[in-house]
């Protein structure tokens, strides 16, 4: 598992913005955490789809 | 009977020509003409471009698609526009100029009550040089603007993995070729899915990767960026870009014009005026855009350019040309109709329409190079404009009198999924919605977008989806049952 500390030095050109830590790495493809999502996106998407047309 | 002649087979003028098709009766006439015999799902190249797709798994022929639809197929590139007719005929008309393999270079003129210019973009890697020769990509570089560069682009980039499997350490750039680019998001994609290739290839301790681009801010995109609503905050696009390249590790020059492409190495030009090298073994460069070079002729035989055309070679339409500086800019600019304002029966829809302006901030080097990103015009506005004008002309076919259907960027949102790396289980994309996707600050002060509808997050479901889309958008393409009921 990659650290904070491999992606970020201090004062390098990354060191002002933020990382995400393991646990939001472990739920970006948790496949029960992101069928969830897959629904609420699908519903937001389909919102401003309707919305345009 | 009219007829209505369709000037480009892209997500814009594909859109345009079906629809059409559908409302129309078979007493009317819908041709299409377009210089490729296939139709390409572009924003599925970038995965051709990695080797997770081939070319066959993105286009499929067009010829038996618009037989099968009752709509005339001409593959072919239109030349000139004679909207007049000429000495002999008041009939308006255009020439074209075949590309299929049996009647190569034969032109023909194709009369039209009503036209729509939906011929997308030139690829005009001329403009910087070494990046290629006019519309030609060049030797140094790689593309992923069409399906056949993809896959050129892909055994480049495998020789690459190749030579860092074989130890010897590689360096990657990928990004903007030209201070004046728009497209940012296919680059962005693709930096990511290399990046994602090469951890499953056991390389990317071996592989530098690095990005560059004319944005003044990561996360502009062309559309001056975006903020969404997490934790309570309306955060910028900035800072999700910026972690995502911090996290990917993968450092980034922005503001930058390439002024020049040599074997190996770029020259770039910065918004503070310095200038830099960059060393690459393997570079994927975004040309910028330009018209693709039609000429207007009136009656007389004189060129009439200038008057249908914006001098980067888009069509006019009912935009407001005149907005002036970035401080005058507003939504109202942008145009609803996309009727051209000499001939009310002619259009252009997707890439092929003139920009009012920028939505980016424009900038300059103090040199005065402009170093900003161009509007887009692609995806889902392209695919809405494009039925919009159909609708349009469909209603004026059938009712002189009809009002033209509206479809304004500044008042329809889009949804957007870029890809960061393909896998059932371990892929991701960023899933992104923007309302409206030119910002009207008048009607949303300060951030000019609704936080309500303007949302992003990266993850699995982002790759689901986009996975999904590819294979529901090929298919309404394909005219399959039902295909009126998935939305552009």
């Not at chain 2, 070319?55 to 618009?66: I, N, S």
């Not at chain 2, 100029?97 to 194709?110: L, P, R, V, Y």
Request: one cysteine or more; charged letters at 20%; aromatic letters at 10%.
């Amino acid at each position: 598992m990659q650290k904070l500390e491999d992606v970020i030095k201090p004062y390098d050109q990354n060191f002002t913005t933020m990382v995400p830590t393991p646990f939001v790495k472990f739920f970006r493809t948790c496949v029960i955490w992101q069928f969830i999502r897959f629904v609420h996106i699908n519903i937001k998407m389909i919102i401003v789809v309707m919305k345009s047309h | 009977m009219a007829r209505l002649v369709i000037m480009g087979g892209g997500v814009s003028g594909h859109t345009a020509a079906t629809f059409a098709r559908k409302w129309l009766g078979k007493e009317h006439e819908v041709v299409v003409v377009t210089p490729n015999s296939n139709w390409n799902w572009i924003p599925s190249n970038i995965w051709v471009g990695v080797g997770q797709m081939t070319k066959e798994d993105v286009v499929f022929p067009l010829a038996p698609v618009y037989e099968k639809a009752g709509i005339e197929f001409k593959q072919a590139k239109a030349v000139s526009i004679h909207p007049d007719g000429n000495a002999d005929s008041d009939t308006s008309y255009i020439t074209i100029e075949s590309t299929s393999a049996d009647t190569a270079g034969q032109t023909e003129e194709i009369t039209y009550d009503y036209l729509i210019n939906a011929t997308g973009p030139k690829l005009n890697f001329g403009a910087t040089p070494g990046l290629g020769e006019g519309t030609n990509l060049g030797e140094h570089t790689v593309s992923v603007c069409t399906a056949d560069h993809a896959v050129h682009a892909n055994e480049e980039l495998r020789k690459v993995f190749d030579k860092a499997k074989a130890g010897e350490r590689q360096k990657i750039l990928i990004g903007t070729g030209h201070g004046m680019c728009t497209c940012q998001g296919a680059a962005f994609e693709y930096i990511f899915n290399i990046d994602h290739e090469a951890k499953k290839a056991g390389v990317r301790d071996m592989v530098d990767i690095k990005w560059i681009s004319n944005e003044s801010f990561l996360g502009d995109f062309g559309i001056g960026g975006l903020h969404m609503n997490r934790g309570g905050y309306a955060a910028s696009s900035r800072l999700f870009a910026e972690s995502l390249y911090s996290e990917r590790q993968i450092p980034w020059i922005i503001g930058a014009h390439v002024s020049k492409v040599e074997a190996g190495k770029v020259h770039y030009e910065l918004l503070d005026g310095s200038t830099g090298e960059e060393e690459f073994d393997f570079s994927m460069l975004i040309p910028p855009f330009a018209g693709v070079g039609l000429t207007a002729v009136a009656k007389d035989g004189s060129d009439m350019t200038d008057t249908i055309f914006a001098p980067n070679g888009f069509m006019k339409v009912d935009a407001n040309y005149a907005a002036g500086d970035y401080a005058n800019w507003k939504a109202s600019d942008w145009p609803e109709t996309y009727q051209n304002p000499t001939y009310s029966n002619m259009f252009a829809c997707g890439i092929a329409f003139a920009p009012p302006h920028p939505i980016s901030k424009p900038m300059s080097s103090p040199a005065g190079t402009p170093i900003f990103p161009t509007p887009p015009r692609t995806g889902m506005p392209s695919g809405i404009i494009g039925k919009a004008v159909a609708h349009s002309i469909c209603d004026m076919i059938k009712n002189p009198d009809a009002k033209p259907h509206k479809a304004s960027m500044a008042s329809m949102g889009a949804a957007c999924v870029a890809s960061a790396g393909k896998g059932l289980t371990d892929g991701t994309a960023a899933a992104l919605t923007v309302y409206p996707v030119v910002p009207d600050f008048e009607k949303y002060p300060g951030l000019g977008r609704d936080l309500n509808y303007t949302f992003g997050e990266i993850g699995l479901a982002g790759h689901w989806i986009k996975h999904i889309l590819h294979h529901l958008f090929i298919y309404k393409a394909k005219l399959k049952p039902g295909w009126t009921l998935i939305p552009e």
